[in-house]
């Protein structure tokens, strides 16, 4: 199975502050997604990152306050930019693989924000 | 697009007994589907999943699903929950082109003695 490491594992942040998350995998792939967990909800995706473009965000998410990048095709970047209570979440990276259809998820980066 | 729609948040069920979780989907391609096990505070477990062929899918802890294409779903079954199975289970859709996968709202299992 695909090894997706995130970093941070988790972090307490002060409001108006911005943190960057991390996604590396073991090889290399194409598409990569970012996925927002609330407290007590469901998983919601923000956006679609492919590596040579801009990413691709869903509605209800804009780039300036989730900036992401895509240097290469083993690495992608999520920043929460001037964070509020309401950011407080769980962050996850996801990619596809092996094509099979199946997403492999990272172990998540949980934020509170005070 | 894609969408997801789990028909019940919450099912209490005592130990012992069956359960089904209902899932149904809409989209307008050929679909990948997928189950997901929550534990409280720990992360995303995959159940089970719907790929081709077989349309009865077998997943772990004993959990399988149906996939019905006529109608559109894709509910997850157990013949017999134990408490430990109290957790919050995902259904999610993901088109066949690459595209992301799309959650549903979630259902609470609760399992009681």
């Known amino acids: 199975s695909a090894v997706i490491s995130q970093k941070p594992s988790r972090d307490i942040c002060q409001r108006g502050t911005s943190l960057t998350i991390q996604c590396q995998v073991d090889?290399?792939?194409?598409?990569m997604f970012w996925y927002r967990q609330q407290p007590g909800q469901s998983l919601t995706l923000i956006a679609t990152?492919?590596?040579?473009?801009?990413?691709?965000?869903e509605s209800g998410f804009v780039i300036d306050k989730f900036p992401i990048s895509r240097p290469n095709l083993t690495f992608s970047t999520l920043t929460v930019s001037n964070m509020s209570p309401e950011d407080s979440s769980i962050y996850l990276c996801?990619?596809?693989?092996?094509?099979?259809?199946?997403?492999?998820f990272g172990e998540g980066s949980r934020l509170t924000v005070l | 697009a894609q969408s997801v729609t789990q028909l019940d948040s919450q099912v209490p069920v005592f130990e012992e007994a069956p359960v089904e979780l209902r899932c149904n989907y809409s989209?307008?391609?050929?679909?990948?589907l997928f189950w997901y096990v929550q534990y409280p505070n720990q992360g995303l477990q995959l159940l089970l999943k719907?790929?081709?062929?077989?349309?009865l899918v077998k997943g772990i802890n004993g959990f399988e699903a149906e996939f019905n294409k006529s109608q559109t779903s894709f509910h997850l079954r157990k013949p017999s929950v134990h408490i430990s199975d109290t957790a919050e289970y995902f259904c999610?859709?993901?088109?066949?082109?690459?595209?992301?996968?799309?959650f549903g709202k979630g259902t609470t299992l609760s399992v009681s003695s």
């Open positions: 989209s307008s391609v050929s679909v990948y």
């Open positions: 999610a859709v993901r088109g066949q082109a690459g595209t992301a996968l799309i």
């Open positions: 996801s990619v596809d693989r092996d094509n099979t259809g199946e997403l492999f």
């Open positions: 990152a492919n590596q040579g473009s801009e990413a691709t965000y």
């Open positions: 719907y790929l081709s062929g077989s349309t």
């Open positions: 090889s290399q792939v194409t598409m």
